[in-house]
């Protein structure tokens, strides 16, 4: 009996071990693949000047500065809303039958694809709101887009803080929102951190929300207001792979875009883990 389940746990091991190098294996053939075809195409003109000659040549900084704008404006619309509503799921709503449908809801706008959030943005925000293809427009359809991601992690945040730091709050004579406020968001702010730098990077890359809503095909000027159309990263390497006219002179740029990409979504995430982990030692020491 105790040998077998040694050779199950032994085969349960081997299989989590497996699927991790077949992941890691994986990805480090796709970046690798990327970056071999893509870094030849990076120079500091590559990357502070706008494209050239049907953009064929020159660079890509009006699509750096859109993906910026955009994934920037996502998460100033995602981040409050999704924080906000997961403190009154946790610390305010009764459970009950509305409150499992707000939950079931949000699990399953998790799992939407993003087209359907673009179409949703360009029928509400751009045709009916007449916000037009605009920053406006994609940060807000970016923004519901990682709403439920922002909300569920969260709200599982806000559980892992130890309910005892909730009585001793209300024992000293603090107020429900000043418990929350003073004690519980600083506890739980290092796991909302997570559940951010998800919904930013998952921001940053998508293309059919964008397409619908914000992005341009091609504008050498960077924008001047929030009503402005934007290049963009995502779809400007779409662009570039299927709707150039010189589809194979442009294929180094293709690679050097989705290389910068890559490294923009990676220094995003790297500066939101850096604030995490300086919060989370501030809070134990």
Same mark, same amino acid.
């Given at each position: ?21 077949? #992941? ?6 796709? =970046? ?14 590559? *990357? ?11 660079? @890509? ?10 994934? *920037?404006?996502? #998460? *100033? ?18 459970? !009950? ?13 998790? &799992? @939407?694809? $993003? =087209? ?16 037009? $293809?605009?920053?406006?427009? !994609? ?14 992690? $969260?709200?599982?945040?806000? +559980?892992? =803080? ?6 001793? $709050?209300? /024992? ?11 004690? #519980? ?9 997570? !559940?951010?730098?998800? &919904? #930013?990077? %998952? ?12 992005? /341009? ?21 779409? =662009? ?10 442009? %294929? ?14 990676? !220094?995003?995430?790297?500066?939101? @883990?850096?604030?995490?982990?300086? *919060? %989370? +030692?501030?809070?134990?020491?």
């Amino acid at each position: 009996m105790m040998r077998k389940r040694q050779w199950i746990e032994f085969l349960a091991l081997s299989t989590v071990r497996l699927s991790i190098l077949i #992941v890691g294996a994986a990805m480090l053939i796709m =970046v690798g693949f990327i970056v071999i075809n893509g870094i030849g195409s990076i120079s500091w003109s590559f *990357l502070t000047k706008p494209p050239i000659d049907s953009m064929t040549r020159g660079g @890509i900084f009006p699509a750096i500065v859109g993906t910026f704008y955009l994934t *920037l404006g996502a #998460v *100033l619309v995602a981040f409050p809303l999704g924080v906000a509503t997961a403190i009154y799921l946790q610390e305010y709503a009764k459970e !009950g039958r509305i409150i499992r449908l707000i939950r079931f809801g949000v699990n399953n706008l998790a &799992g @939407i694809p $993003s =087209v359907v959030f673009g179409l949703f943005g360009l029928a509400f925000f751009v045709v009916m709101l007449r916000f037009g $293809s605009s920053i406006l427009s !994609g940060s807000l359809t970016l923004g519901l887009l990682i709403l439920p991601v922002v909300i569920g992690a $969260s709200e599982e945040a806000l +559980k892992s =803080v130890p309910q005892t730091y909730r009585e001793a $709050s209300l /024992a000293l004579g603090a107020t429900k929102w000043q418990t929350i406020y003073r004690v #519980v968001l600083p506890a739980a702010l290092p796991g909302i951190l997570t !559940g951010s730098i998800l &919904g #930013v990077g %998952r921001a940053a890359g998508e293309t059919a929300p964008i397409m619908f809503t914000a992005a /341009a095909f091609y504008t050498p000027k960077l924008p001047e207001s929030l009503f402005d159309e934007v290049m963009a990263l995502p779809y400007h390497i779409y =662009v570039l792979a299927t709707a150039g006219t010189h589809i194979d002179q442009t %294929r180094p740029i293709q690679y050097g875009t989705a290389l910068v990409l890559i490294c923009l979504v990676l !220094g995003i995430n790297l500066i939101a @883990i850096i604030i995490r982990s300086k *919060l %989370r +030692k501030k809070q134990y020491s």
